[in-house]
C-alpha cells in the first residue's frame, strides 16, 4: 500500500479579499461561490484560496492537535527560534508554552503530534502544499497578466518562504553543510495517493528556494501594488530573498534584494517604535496579519505571551499568561544602548512588580515593546517585516563585500533615527566565537544593532545558526537556573541541538524516508 507523507491538500477557500475603502481586511466568512477546480480558474477566483493561505498563517493552533498556545503561525514561530537564543530570557516556566523551546526540551518528542516537530513540519508543509496548487494552475488562469502575476507571484514566494524556514528548522545551516541532507522538496499540487519525497540536500533545497523567489520577485514586480498588508507584494519578496541570501552567504544578492525591498518604505520613528508594535499601518510595516475584533482567535496568541503589563493595567486588572512566564532582554545586551536611545523604552530594567511564588522578580528588564492596540477586545496586529531589517541586511552584506564606507554610511543612516549621538567608526568583520567573545568590528556592531531592533520579531538562533557562531547563557543575562541549558552545547557552531527532529507522522506516512536513515539527532550530534 502506498504511503503518503503527512502534510494533506488543505485549500481553505473561507477567506475572500475585498478591497473596498470600507473593509479593507481579509474576511474569513465561509463562501460557497468558488469551489473545486474553479476555485483557481480565475486570478480572481483564486484570490480565495490565497487568502486561505494566509489567514493559515495566523490562525492560532491550526497546524497541530494539541498545544494551540503556542501554535499560531508565523509570529509563534519566530518567538520560538527567539526564545532559543540568548537574548530573550524567559524568566520563568509558567505553564510550560514555549518554555520547552527555550530549554531545548521539543526534540525528544518527535512521536508526538503535539509538540513543535510535527507543529512546524506540518504548517510549512500545508502552506506549501497550498501554493502548489496555485501554482500549478498559474498557466491556464484566466485574467489580466498583472492580476495573475499578482496571485501566482505571491504563490512562488509563499513557497519560497516556507522552504527556507523549513531548511533552517531540520537541517544545519547551507553554508559548509551544502551536501547534507535536508528536507524533502515538494513542487506539485498533492492528490489522493501522492507519494511522499526522499529528503533532498541543502544544495537541491536552495536551489528551488532561489528558483521560486526569483520567479515571484519577476511576476511581483509587474503586478498591481500590495492590496493588503497581509499580500506578499515586490518589496516583501525581495525582502523574503534577502534573507535567504543571508543563509546562503550571497552577499551581492543579499545587498540587491535588501535595497530593493526598502525603496517603498520609511523607517519609523518616535510613535511608531513606542506605540506597542501592534499595527500593520505603520509606515515601516512591510509586512503582517491585521488582527480585527471579529476574528481574534481567543485567549493565548503571540501577544498574551509577551504583554504582561497592558491588562494589568484595567480596572480590575487581569492578568495574562505573560505575566507568569514574563519575556525579558539579555541586560548584558540592553546595556549597549546609547543613553539617548529611544529603543531603551522597548523594556522596563527596573520593573519588580512581578514575582513568583518565592518572591524573586520576574520582571527586571521586562519587554513592553510588543502590546496590545486594545487590551479590552485582546487586539493587536502580527508584524512579519519591518524596513528595518532591510537596512540592517544591507549593511551586513555591504561590510561581508568589503564595502565598510557604504556600510557604516547606512548604518548610522538607520541609528541615527533611534540614538541621535550615534556614529559608528568601526570597520572590519571579526566575530568572536561565542556571541560573548567581542571583536569590537563592524560587522559585529551591525549584528547587536540587529539583535537589539529585530529583537521578538525575527528568531535570533536563525541568525546564530547562519553567523557559526556559539552562544552561553548567565545569570548575568538575567536568566534563570532553569534555563541555562548546561547540559545542552550551544557553544559549537557546529551542533545539532539547533536541528528539529523530523516528525514520526512523516516516517509512519512516507515510504521514501527511513527513520534509521534520515532522522536527525535527538541529540547534540550523531
Partial sequence: MKKKAIYPLLIIAVAVFTGSCERDFLETKPTTKVSGDGMFATASAAMVPLNGIYRMMYEQGWSTEGNTQQCDGLSAWNLMADVMGEDMV??????????????????????????????????????????NYIIAAGGPMEGSPDQVAYVVGQAYAIRAYCSHYLAMLFSRTYKGHESE???????????????????????????????????????????????????????????????????????????????AARSNCAVGKGADLTGGMNSTKLPNVMWGAEIIDTQTPGWGPFLYHLDALSMLALDPPTSVYAARAPKCINSLLYDKLGANDIRRQWWQPGNTQLVDGNGNVMSNYIQVKFRFSDPVKSLGDKIWMR??????????????????????????????????????????????????????SLLEEILIQRRIELWGEYGRIYDIKRLKQGFTRTAAMGWPAAAL?????????????????IPQAEFDGNASLDPNKDQNPVGDYK
Fill in 485 to 501: 541549558i548546561n547540559a545542552t552545547n550551544t557553544q559549537d557552531p557546529e551542533t545539532y541541538a539547533w536541528v528539529l527532529t
Fill in 90 to 131: 524567559m524568566k520563568a516556566q509558567g505553564s510550560g508554552w514555549y518554555w520547552y523551546d527555550c530549554t531545548y526540551g521539543v526534540k525528544s518528542r518527535y512521536t508526538s503530534n503535539v509538540w513543535r516537530p510535527y507543529d512546524l513540519w506540518n504548517g510549512y508543509y500545508k502552506l506549501i502544499a497550498n501554493a
Fill in 181 to 259: 541532507p535536508c528536507v524533502p522538496v515538494y513542487t506539485e499540487p498533492s492528490v489522493a495517493g501522492s507519494a511522499g519525497k526522499p529528503r533532498a540536500t541543502n544544495e537541491e533545497v536552495y536551489k528551488q528556494i532561489t528558483a521560486d523567489i526569483d520567479t515571484a520577485i519577476v511576476l511581483l514586480k509587474t503586478a498591481p501594488a500590495q492590496k493588503h498588508p497581509t499580500h506578499i507584494d515586490y518589496a516583501v519578496a525581495n525582502g523574503i530573498k534577502a534573507r535567504i541570501c543571508l543563509t546562503t552567504n550571497d552577499w551581492e544578492g543579499a545587498a540587491e534584494a535588501a535595497k
Fill in 387 to 440: 524596513v528595518e531589517e532591510m537596512y540592517l541586511t544591507e549593511a551586513e552584506a555591504l561590510c561581508r563585500s568589503g564595502q565598510d564606507a557604504e556600510a557604516r554610511k547606512l548604518l548610522n543612516e538607520l541609528i541615527v533615527t533611534r540614538n541621535p549621538d550615534y556614529n559608528t567608526t568601526k570597520s572590519g568583520t571579526a566575530l568572536g566565537a561565542l556571541t560573548t567573545d567581542e571583536t569590537g
